[in-house]
């Protein structure tokens, strides 16, 4: 290259360089937020003159049966993932198996307990006892059912299970995510294809498989509310036992939601800290590697 072309080169990266960049003027935007902040005073002022006992939703926010209740609310939550992960692991890891009978038991489970409603799944197992009077081992021992199936263990039951059969599906997406490549080093060092599976694609899998495992958690604190039909003391069958009683419905269902809104944020901020310990070293690049785009388009004209 001549030196008069460089020369043309270097004047035009100088003029570009000197150029001002004017951000967009988003009108639209703005008015669109400003609208957005009046309807949230005006409803915010709504829900202040309305006709609420504002006392009474302070002076129920922590009493003791509305605490026992949230921490049932919690307890529940997480037995019923513990539950759903130990299955939908399992589950996933039948379902990629090369025998056909463990990939159709698999199939067959993720059909029926994710094409189930929750609530319905709930009733049945709470009233479990109307089919098996008793539960047992022939000629061992046999309790009643009606004595086994509390609310507690109808829905856990319940929950958890249904649970195992949507996580199995996130499992198994996670684990197609992985490079075949991952499962032939592995077995070419003569690693089983579990092993393969537990050792090396599942740890690797757990960049995709967190984020939504972290979501079903979330929907599973506000899924345990539909066991207050199955009369378990979870946050808000104790809001509804307090309602029932002083009359005060939207004031109880004001406290039940707050609580709610506080376990479900504690859950997003963790979600967040565990997301990115498992997302460590992915989509990240050195800053000291990246140039200038200036200097970028000055050695592309050298």
């Known amino acids: 290259m001549s030196s008069g072309d460089q020369n043309l080169n270097k004047s035009a990266l100088s003029d570009v360089n000197a150029l001002v960049i ?7 935007t703005k008015i669109m937020a400003a609208i957005c902040i009046i309807l949230l005073l005006l409803l915010a002022r709504a829900f202040w003159k309305g006709d609420i006992g504002w006392s009474y939703v302070s002076e129920n926010l922590f009493s003791r049966s509305v605490l026992a209740g949230v921490g ?3 307890i529940m939550t997480f037995c019923a993932m513990i539950v759903g992960i130990v299955l939908g692991v399992v589950a ?3 379902r990629m198996s090369d025998n056909p009978v463990l990939r159709s038991i698999s199939v067959g489970y993720v ?6 409603p929750a609530l319905l799944q709930l009733l049945l197992w709470f009233n479990l006892a109307l089919i098996f009077p008793t539960i047992g081992i022939p000629g061992l021992f046999s309790i009643r059912t009606v004595d086994v199936m509390t609310p507690f263990v109808a829905a856990l039951l319940g929950l958890g299970i ?3 059969a949507y996580t199995a599906e996130v499992v198994r997406a996670g684990i197609l995510s992985i490079d075949k490549g991952q499962m032939e080093a592995a077995q070419s060092i003569g690693m089983t294809k579990l092993r393969a599976t537990l050792k090396i694609v599942l740890p690797q899998a757990m960049r995709v498989i967190v984020p939504p ?6 929907g599973m604190v506000k899924l345990t509310s539909l066991a207050s039909v199955i009369q378990y003391s979870e946050v808000l069958r104790s809001v509804e036992d307090i309602y029932y009683v002083n009359s005060r419905v939207i004031e ?3 406290v039940a939601t707050i609580w709610y809104m506080v376990v479900v944020t504690i859950l997003s901020i963790l979600q967040i800290y565990i997301e990115r310990h498992f997302s460590k070293g992915w989509g990240r ?4 590697h990246q140039q200038p785009a200036g200097q970028a388009l000055a050695g592309e004209a050298g």
């Open 72 to 74: 049932n609310t919690i």
């Open 252 to 254: 109880l269902l004001i």
């Open 162 to 164: 249904q649970q195992g």
């Open 22 to 28: 004017v951000p967009q003027r988003k009108i639209g």
């Open 213 to 218: 495992i972290g979501n079903e958690t979330i």
């Open 92 to 94: 996933a890891i039948m």
């Open 285 to 288: 690049r050195d800053a000291s």
């Open 111 to 116: 059909w029926l307990f994710r094409g189930a």
